[in-house]
Structures are given as C-alpha cells and as structure tokens.
C-alpha cells in the first residue's frame, strides 16, 4: 500500500498486530543502534573523527519552524559537530536584509535604533 500510494489510507489491525513481537524487534534494533553504531570503538573502526547527531523532528506545512530546534541545531554546530537532520533548515542559514524591513520593525523594542 505504501509503495503504490495508498500509505496515507493504512490503518493498525491491532487484533493481528502483534505487539510482543514489535517490542522484541524494537529492542534488538535498539540495542544494534547502541552497540554498534554508537560506540567510540564502531566510531573508530569507521574512522569517523567529527562527532555525528540526527535531528528528527516533526516538520510539517502547519509548522515548518521549530525554534527550539533550530537553536538546539545551531548549538550543536557551534560545537563542531556534523548535524543532520529530517527535515529543510536551510532558511536558518539564509542572510537576513534588515533595510528591507519596515521602520516599525526597525526600533523594535527602542533598544537597537538602526
């Protein structure tokens, strides 16, 4: 259903469902995640000298900005670390034109007159 398209449209029989059997993968899963994948030793078997974070967030037309996201994002990349993230971000890095903006917006708060 998922490759053809009518993923939107799934719905769980939870009398066939069965959720042992989820839990047990769910944790086998897990623990390769911890084991493997996260491990100074998997890290250097890898080679990989810049620490990496996946960021998974909700990103949706609604509410495309998160802001605590992005300054937890940001953060982690003044850091240093290689981020990666599930969703478009892009706009946080865009330079931002304050002579386009209106004289309102300009002396906002009367704290810093442009």
Same mark, same amino acid.
């Not at 909700?58 to 990349?77: F, H, M, N, S, W």
């Given at each position: 259903?998922?490759?053809?398209?009518?993923?939107?449209?799934?719905?769980?029989? !939870?009398?066939? /469902?069965?959720?042992?059997? /989820?839990?047990?993968?769910?944790?086998?899963?897990? !623990?390769?995640?911890?084991?493997?994948?996260?491990?100074?030793?998997?890290?250097?078997?890898?080679?990989?000298?810049?620490?990496?974070? /996946?960021? !998974?967030?909700? *990103?949706?037309?609604?509410?495309?900005?998160?802001?605590?996201?992005?300054?937890?994002?940001?953060?982690?990349?003044?850091?240093?670390?290689?981020?990666?993230?599930? *969703?478009?971000?892009?706009?946080?890095?865009?330079?931002?034109?304050?002579?386009?903006?209106?004289?309102?917006?300009?002396?906002?708060?009367?704290?810093?007159?442009?």
């Amino acid at each position: 259903a998922m490759s053809n398209g009518t993923g939107s449209r799934l719905t769980l029989d !939870h009398g066939r /469902f069965d959720r042992a059997l /989820f839990e047990r993968l769910r944790k086998k899963v897990l !623990h390769y995640v911890e084991e493997f994948m996260l491990s100074s030793q998997r890290a250097l078997e890898l080679r990989i000298t810049t620490p990496r974070v /996946f960021v !998974h967030s909700t *990103c949706t037309a609604a509410k495309p900005v998160d802001y605590l996201r992005e300054l937890l994002v940001i953060g982690l990349l003044e850091l240093g670390l290689e981020i990666y993230v599930n *969703c478009d971000m892009s706009y946080i890095f865009a330079d931002f034109d304050v002579a386009s903006q209106a004289e309102t917006w300009k002396t906002l708060w009367q704290r810093f007159p442009l």
